[in-house]
């Protein structure tokens, strides 16, 4: 196969702001600022990574694609989030669901997945 996964993109009304804020939720490190697009990667040479970019439309709806993230303790990581500035979602969950929904400063939704069962 000769396709590489380079990228996600995610649109934003601030694109720096919002990769900012995914750069430190993630400790990812910047690979490209500008105005109106802003990219970062896990290492500057590592893939693939998420790309900001500027969009005039309002998100008014759950997401169609959303990131998850399966880190080693589900309650601190959420706390942490929580602390940079994430907010819970309701997406309709149930509430015994192993995972949690939050969503970053401009509402895209991500799960914060419980650890793996040995």
Same mark, same amino acid.
């Given at each position: 196969?000769? %396709? @590489?996964?380079? @990228? *996600? %993109? *995610?649109? +934003? +009304?601030?694109? *720096? +702001?919002l990769g900012r804020w995914w750069a430190e939720a993630l400790g990812w490190v910047v690979v490209d600022e500008s105005p109106e697009e802003y990219e970062i990667r896990p290492a500057p040479d590592r893939l693939p990574g998420l790309l900001f970019g500027r969009s005039p439309d309002v998100k008014d709806r759950k997401n169609r694609l959303h990131l998850d993230f399966r880190p080693l303790d589900q309650e601190a990581e959420v706390t942490r989030l929580l602390a940079l500035g994430a907010r819970h979602a309701d997406i309709g969950q149930t509430g015994d669901e192993p995972w949690v929904v939050l969503q970053d400063p401009e509402g895209n939704e991500f799960c914060v997945l419980a650890p793996r069962r040995s």
């Open positions: 196969m000769t %396709l @590489q996964w380079e @990228q *996600v %993109l *995610v649109d +934003a +009304a601030d694109p *720096v +702001a």
